[in-house]
């Protein structure tokens, strides 16, 4: 997925929390997805919301979402927990890259996934 987006792959819609590297949307960009960040400042709630109501898989560093009775994955489009310590861009690539190549875009929706250093795990 580093060289691009595999054709037969449909584009995902992303939201990117203000804690995780702003480079991370070139690259989802770069492997054909739709990508946007959490303005700064914004509260847990509303970035929830906003990703509830654009319909986009949010991405974060932020353990609180990892919380499925106060943030429930069933009710978005799809939760993706960085756990990757120091979080640097060429460590956080390679895993997410695992998990886009690995789950089909489908099946996102109602999930909450952790990336680590070595791959992913699903834990919904």
Known sequence: MAAGR????PAMR???DED???RLLGALRRWGHEATRVPSGT??????????EERRVLITRDADFTDSAKYPPSHTSGIIHVDIHPPRIGLITP???KL??????????????VVDETGFSDFS
Do not use: T
């Open 100 to 113: 886009l190549e690995a789950v089909p875009a489908s099946a996102f929706r109602g999930r909450l996934f």
């Open 6 to 9: 595999p054709s037969k792959r």
């Open 95 to 97: 895993s997410l890259s």
């Open 14 to 16: 992303f939201l990117i």
């Open 43 to 52: 509260q847990n709630g509303a970035v929830m919301r906003l990703a509830q």
């Open 20 to 22: 995780v590297d702003v």
